[in-house]
């Protein structure tokens, strides 16, 4: 998520490349036999109430370039990812396809151009902030980013499970809200420190620790790479916590009247539960994050 979590530990993704990104999208991995499952975050014995939107004229959906596998541009010059695929889901689902659009903008232009009202709606991994939340509204987060441990093959455990690292070595990046909640989650374990991600990944190869705790998307994608060259698997979790990880992925709706945050809110419950999300998340996601 940008802003709390992005800022800390999802820079170092885009140093995998778009490149790295489509082949793994578009080529079977070993990797698949990991839980890909998606957890519903709506209620299906909820009904949302959903506001008639049958009078929007336009419903534009701002978003950037730059946030792989979210939002960015493909080998053929196409704006695509996770978020691209979402929006136009809802918009399908809110029968607004004729007006439905979708823009790419810099990240740090999102929020004053919905504030200017160039879009009805962000979708690009916006942290919520009591700031914001004085200007916008957002709806239920529709994924969450959880943490974990990604573990060394050849580790012997006693147990296969967190508690099964009690005396390994377990890196984490410092300063970072990982390393809080590492420290929150595991009192008993004694972290090993790097100073990034790229750092703390090159630990993990050359041995340097038995297992690292960090983002759940990056460890993903890393696990697939021929960097890590099948060395290592996730290790229980995944692990969530709104005090440091955030409230998970919003879409940030401009605007003082919230019935459109409503209609994409039952939108969101509608694609949850009939597997249109699910299907999005598997499409962009091959090694999964729960």
């Known amino acids: 998520m940008r802003g709390k979590v992005t800022s800390l530990d999802l820079v170092g993704l885009w140093l995998f490349g778009l490149a790295f990104f489509a ?3 578009l080529s079977a991995s070993p990797a698949r036999s990991q839980n890909t499952e998606l957890p519903v975050l709506f209620d299906a014995r909820e009904r949302l109430v959903r506001p008639d939107v049958s009078g929007v004229l336009r419903l534009r959906f701002l978003t950037t370039t730059d946030f792989p596998p979210f939002n960015f541009i493909d080998q053929t010059g196409r704006l695509t990812g996770f978020h691209i695929d979402l929006a136009r889901a809802l918009c399908d689902e809110l029968g607004l396809q004729a007006r439905c659009q979708v823009q790419a903008l810099p990240y ?6 919905l504030e200017a009202g160039q879009g009805e709606a962000v979708i690009a991994g916006v942290a919520v902030t009591e700031q914001l939340r004085e200007k916008f509204n957002f709806t239920r987060p529709y994924l969450l980013l ?6 060394r093959n050849d580790t012997a455990l006693t147990r296969q499970n ?3 690292l009690a005396g390994k070595r377990v890196g984490v990046v410092r300063n970072t809200s990982h390393e809080a909640m590492l420290r929150a989650f595991f009192p008993s374990m004694s972290p090993t420190t790097f100073e990034d991600q790229a750092s703390l990944m090159t630990g993990l190869r050359e041995k340097q620790v038995e297992a690292v705790f960090a983002d759940a998307l990056q460890l993903s994608f890393w696990m697939m790479s021929p960097a890590a060259a099948g060395c290592c698997r996730f ?9 440091h990880l955030g409230e998970g992925m919003t879409i940030m709706v401009g605007g003082q009247d919230g019935s459109l945050a ?3 809110e039952s939108a969101l419950a509608a694609v949850s539960e009939d597997g249109r999300l699910e299907e999005i998340y598997l499409r962009y996601f091959p090694a999964g994050l729960f």
């Not at 740090?108 to 151009?113: D, E, F, T």
């Not at 959880?146 to 573990?151: E, I, Q, V």
């Not at 290790?235 to 005090?243: V, Y």
């Open 23 to 25: 082949m793994l999208v």
């Open 108 to 113: 740090g232009q999102l929020s004053s151009a």
């Open 146 to 151: 959880p943490a974990r441990f990604l573990m």
């Open 162 to 164: 967190a508690e099964g």
């Open 235 to 243: 290790l229980d979790g995944p692990f969530l916590s709104e005090r």
């Open 262 to 264: 409503a209609a994409l």
